[in-house]
């Protein structure tokens, strides 16, 4: 049974900084490109980062140089962490993590709340 687990979602002031973690488990298949997604109240989730299996990003062009998307992997485990900076207003949203598991498909988050105050 495959598993997400997400953290550090918060209230922070623009040009703030937040570090949000997921860990995957439960696939002895393996983890293949990892995801951050958001969110914002009346807009469609749109892709924030994603990071392949041998490491390759692939940034949002809104957040391009402010966000870091990194991963660790470990036998059947696997956590990925999306460092923010320079935070805007615009940021606001709640942030999925996604894992693309071989032959299983994408499992989701539940994901973590962002709120950044002007």
């Known amino acids: 049974q495959v598993q997400l687990v997400e953290s550090g979602g918060g209230l922070v002031q623009a040009g703030g900084s937040l570090r949000l973690s997921c860990t995957a488990s439960?696939?002895?298949?393996?983890?293949?490109?990892m995801a951050w997604h958001r969110q914002a109240p009346g807009k469609q989730r749109e892709l924030v980062a994603s990071i392949s299996s041998g490491g390759n990003t692939n940034y949002a062009g809104s957040v391009k140089g402010r966000f870091t998307i990194s991963r660790d992997n470990a036998k059947n485990t696997v956590s990925v962490y999306l460092q923010m900076n320079s935070l805007e207003p615009d940021d606001t949203a709640v942030y999925y993590c996604?894992?693309?598991?071989?032959?299983?498909?994408?499992?989701w988050g539940q994901g973590t709340q962002v709120t950044v105050s002007s």
């Open positions: 996604r894992a693309e598991v071989l032959f299983q498909g994408d499992h």
């Open positions: 439960g696939s002895i298949l393996g983890f293949r490109t």
